[in-house]
């Protein structure tokens, strides 16, 4: 077929594209540059690494100032966090560690753990460990604070 410069032709539909006049024809130019733009702007922000805010660890509940040394008798120690970028139906564990109590555990033992599975209105996490019988052996211990598995915090006190 054999365009005449001088017919008319009927103007056509374009979308994502420009009508170019060209001795007498329209021809479709796409629009690759706004596209690749709108496709830089489209994409998501980098997810951030979910964990933990403002964690206390303290003898007293509820309290606000955290503490870093507890007595052999600290009737218990408690741990709070604020959730960051945790999601519904996540599991986070709170791990109680003993990295070195002497003779009276191994090296990095886990005293005991807890499980809490994220709803939809959690954005807060407590926990807590008593006294043991005897009393807090004398060392080093940590408690861990984990996302599906992941250890997103650790949190190191002593007792003395």
């Known amino acids: 077929m054999q365009l005449r410069p001088d017919a008319e032709y009927p103007e056509a539909e374009v979308e994502g594209g420009v009508m170019c006049p060209e001795e007498g024809l329209s021809v479709r130019i796409p629009v690759i540059v706004a ?7 489209s994409l998501a922000p980098a997810a951030s690494a979910a964990g933990f805010e403002n964690i206390v660890l303290t003898s007293e509940k509820d309290a606000e100032e955290a503490e870093e040394v507890f007595a052999t008798d ?3 120690i ?3 966090a604020d959730l960051a970028d945790v ?10 560690v003993s990295v070195d109590s002497g003779r009276v555990a ?3 033992y886990e005293i005991d753990s807890v499980n809490l599975d994220i709803g939809m209105i959690d954005n807060h996490v407590n926990s807590s460990l008593s006294k043991p019988n005897a009393g807090w052996p004398v060392g080093d211990y940590r408690v861990d604070l984990a996302v599906d598995g992941e250890v997103a915090d650790s949190v ?5």
């Open 87 to 96: 999601e519904t139906g996540s599991t986070v564990t709170v791990s109680w």
């Open 35 to 41: 596209a690749a733009t709108m496709s830089v702007f």
């Open 78 to 80: 408690y741990i709070s």
């Open 74 to 76: 600290t009737p218990a």
């Open 156 to 160: 190191e006190f002593a007792v003395e």
């Open 106 to 108: 191994p090296p990095n």
